[in-house]
């Protein structure tokens, strides 16, 4: 019964594990407050398994030409109560704050980006799941 019991511990834990490894998504955001500019942002997320966490990209675009790459720790943060979760990618740099359901109709969703000292709304959409 030990070993039924430690295999299922183990098992679980493994495929969560893996299953977290394989999980990537991509979004693509649109400037909301910006009409006359062509930037939009790529964010780009998975499971690093050397720092045991999740980490991204941002790509600032310029014409869907990438003119700024920013490695970012991606964070979540569940507010069970309100059904919704915090994501934050940050990096020293650039910060981008969104909030998304947590039953998982994520689809379009706003996010807010931060550079320095500009804050620009965003409008994303999830490319993958």
Known sequence: MRFVSAFLFFYL????????????SVYECSFQNNFVSNNSLRMKEYFDSQ???QVGQIDL?????????TPTLVYQIPLWDQ????QIWYSSTVRVDSQMSLTGSNKIFPATYHNGSLQEDLLCTTLNP
Not at 13 to 24: C, D, K, M, V
């Open 13 to 24: 834990g493994f495929s969560q594990a893996f299953g977290q490894e394989l999980r990537s």
């Open 51 to 53: 720092l045991g966490q």
């Open 61 to 69: 675009l310029e014409n869907q030409v990438s003119i700024q790459n």
């Open 83 to 86: 059904q919704i979760y915090v």
